[in-house]
Nanobody, 123 residues
Framework: QVQLVESGGGLVQAGGSLRLSCAASGRIDNSCIMGWFRQAPGKEREFVAA????????YYANSVKGRFTVSRDNAKNTVYLQMNRLKPEDTAVYHC????????????????RGQGTQVTVSS
């Protein structure tokens, strides 16, 4: 059973940057899709970005495309989310998750889920 632990959240001013990390307790299979989701207060959890672990293909929500970059370090079993040009509407709890069943944009499709890290962007 892979456990995921996020870190790197915090408070930042609009226009600033943060890098989130998601460390996996075990080896991540090459077929795994590692995703980032976020949930703002009063809103549903939404897909942010994902990366195909083996080949490194990346996928983004339109709202973050061009500002966020998802990457991975195979040796460290860690996924990253570099967030640039942050906006107040990016404020949310960010979760990482993993699935072995192919690319999915729904949180419920992911088998492995982290507890989340808070990102707050002030205006």
């Amino acid at each position: 059973q892979v456990q995921l632990v996020e870190s790197g959240g915090g408070l930042v001013q609009a226009g600033g940057s943060l890098r989130l990390s998601c460390a996996a307790s075990g080896r991540i299979d090459n077929s795994c899709i590692m995703g980032w989701f976020r949930q703002a207060p009063g809103k549903e959890r939404e897909f942010v970005a994902a990366i195909r672990w083996g080949v490194g293909d990346t996928y983004y929500a339109n709202s973050v495309k061009g500002r966020f970059t998802v990457s991975r370090d195979n040796a460290k079993n860690t996924v990253y989310l570099q967030m640039n040009r942050l906006k107040p509407e990016d404020t949310a709890v960010y979760h990482c998750a993993g699935t072995l069943y192919g690319l999915a944009y729904s949180w419920t499709s992911y088998n492995y889920r982290g507890q989340g890290t808070q990102v707050t962007v002030s205006s």
